[in-house]
């Protein structure tokens, strides 16, 4: 186990990975490591074959997380007869298993041993049992990575629990025309509404900054609005993590910027990588969002700029699923595996924990 991603070297790293998602870029981890996203300490489970590295689980310790930023809009919904009670948030200690970002993953070679899942999961629970985190869950995790860790997250005595699903956009258009016309006569009119909605107001414009640095001061309270308003808080962003997304070479962020007058009222951060990219975060001002129709206006930018770049596809991430099925997204389910070390507390979590968890996400 190692305490951070620059302990891992880069090219080792880049052979586990996926070669084609970029939120598993090496210098986002060390990014998110160097500007305080969330969690008190990174961890990174490293299973090895003598002096080889074979697989990489990264984690995070949360040892006071507020139970009402994981549950979502139904589990505080839940939990407000305790808050009337406890007169104070309830706080759990959390070991999140995966990514803070996005889809939770194994990063992991061909050919491992049977008895690697086995391997990890133990180190799993030895990271929990040090750390001092009764709950532990491995967050977002796609069905194929599940089914592999699954006799030994059984074993552990884990539960699965549907999340909420990634949205993804296949890209085979070679302009944003070609897109639009390729959607459902509801997508076509809803988009062509929307883009007439918004070029029809007086001074406002959107353009793509590779660098944007200079505006994260103004981005920082469109982000907040957003926050404020989320499913789930395990990640909060920092002044300082986004400038690095502009300023580190080896991140592959632009931002898509809407401005009316010289104001800025929204912006939409993505991850470029060969074929694929992410639409990672947005931020908006709820003031002129629905008159400019600033949500779908920075998404259409973005893929946009993805068809411009040859991307063949674009995942949406979670929520807002109506507007984005108009977009043309298809969903791609997630999961969690969690568990509890408290055997009479896992037993009431197999069964509360689902129906707590919000799993519509139809919220903008």
Known sequence: MVDSVSEIPPDVWRKLAPSDDPIYEYALFQAMERTGLGPDAYRYIVLRRGQQVR??????????????????????RALRPLHRIMRRPLRIGLLVCG??????????????????????VDAVRQLSTSAGTRWTVFKDFSQSDLEWLGPALGRAG??????????WLSLRAESFDEYVSSLSRNGRSTARRNLARFSGQQDVTIEI???????????????EAVLDRAESRLDVWTPEFMTLLSTDPRIPAKAVA?????????FLV????????VAIRI????????????????Y???????????????????????AKHKMGCHLVPLEHAVTHRNRVCRVILRYFLPMALNRSGDRT
């Open 55 to 76: 697989a990489v689980l990264p984690t995070y310790v949360f040892p006071a997380l507020a139970l009402e930023d994981v549950l979502g809009t139904q589990g505080r």
């Open 99 to 120: 990514h803070l970002l996005g889809e939770g993953r194994v990063l992991r070679g061909d050919g491992l041993h049977e008895t690697a899942p086995h391997l990890l």
């Open 158 to 167: 884990y539960f699965r629990a549907l999340g909420l699903p990634d949205a």
């Open 209 to 223: 900054r590779e660098r944007f640095e200079d505006l994260v001061p103004a981005m920082m309270p469109l982000y």
């Open 258 to 266: 809407c401005w009316q007058q010289d104001r800025l009222v929204g």
């Open 270 to 277: 993505c991850l470029f990588g060969e074929k694929s990219a």
């Open 283 to 298: 931020g908006l001002d709820y003031d002129c969002s629905r008159e400019l129709r600033l949500y779908q206006v920075t």
């Open 300 to 322: 259409y930018r973005g893929i946009e700029e993805a068809i411009r770049l040859g991307m063949t596809r674009l995942n949406l991430t979670q929520t807002a699923y109506e």
